[in-house]
């Protein structure tokens, strides 16, 4: 897709079947593909205060929360907040003295999450209806800013990270869980990741993030852990013939889950 408008209405269109048919499948599942219950990209969240298996859809890359250093009383945002996956997970640390704001740009998401919500009666959590390069918040709100296997959806990823940028507090920091690419992804791999909502084809090269991250002014940007994507073979033959599967193996392309950490400065002053 050459146009980010048609991008994002493929990716909300197909959030929001997810969101409705409340089907565990993760970013590259669908069920209208033959790969049913795809879940390579998604972590274990069972060990974890605040999981909800209801707000699980399988959507994630990731445990943002494993490593964003969120404290009682924080104020989170929860960036591309799903069903309330990680949205729960850190309103347990925050505790009834925090608050954890969450942002998501497809109705039947927020109506799922707001559903789950209502079961768990938390009055310290707020879903809002956004988009994530123009958040509906004010400047310096957040203690931490965390996201899940979403920031590559968003067409325009510099954007995205001003907006965070602007919503940290200063000295506040952001963690966020998305995939990234080493090596020159074949055209036909992307084709197919775009039909499954995007989950490979808005990534960018690894270095190309980190390096956006860092026009945003974010500072001592870190990348806490590596999960190496393994594309099953199911997926490489529906794509790729056996000669564009070897090349595709012998270039050593390299999909990849990165969680990251970066953080604001006190001021504008360096």
């Not at 190496?228 to 193996?249: G, M």
Request: hydrophobic residues 40%; glycine residues 8%.
């Amino acid at each position: 897709m050459n146009d980010q408008k048609d991008v994002k209405e493929i990716v909300k269109e197909k959030y929001a079947e997810i969101a409705v048919s409340s089907t565990r499948k993760c970013c590259c599942g669908s069920s209208n593909n033959k790969i049913v219950g795809y879940t390579i990209m998604k972590d274990d969240y069972n060990h974890l205060n605040g999981y909800v298996a209801e707000a699980d859809l399988g959507l994630g890359c990731g445990l943002p929360t494993e490593f964003a250093d969120i404290k009682k009383g924080n104020i989170v945002v929860d960036l591309g907040s799903g069903a309330g996956n990680d949205v729960f997970v850190a309103r347990a640390i925050v505790g009834d003295e925090g608050k954890v704001v969450c942002i998501d740009f497809t109705n039947e998401m927020i109506i799922k999450a707001n559903i789950n919500l209502d079961k768990l009666g938390y009055k310290n959590i707020e879903f809002k209806l956004g988009e994530i390069e123009s958040l509906p918040i004010e400047e310096n709100f957040a203690d931490v800013v965390v996201s899940n296997c979403v920031l590559n959806l968003v067409p325009d990823k510099q954007k995205a990270f001003n907006e965070i940028y602007r919503v940290l507090k200063p000295g506040a920091h952001f963690c966020v869980s998305d995939i990234v690419i080493k090596g020159e992804l074949h055209p036909e791999l992307k084709k197919s990741a775009e039909m499954y909502a995007g989950c490979v084809a808005g990534a960018v090269q690894q270095e190309e993030y980190l390096g956006i991250i860092k026009s945003a002014g974010f500072i001592n940007a870190e990348i806490k852990k590596t999960k190496t994507i393994e594309l099953p073979n199911e997926v490489l033959t529906k794509y790729l013939n056996e000669d564009q599967i070897q090349e595709f193996k012998a270039k050593k392309v390299g999909i990849y889950s990165i969680t990251v950490v970066g953080y604001k400065k006190w001021s504008k002053e360096f």
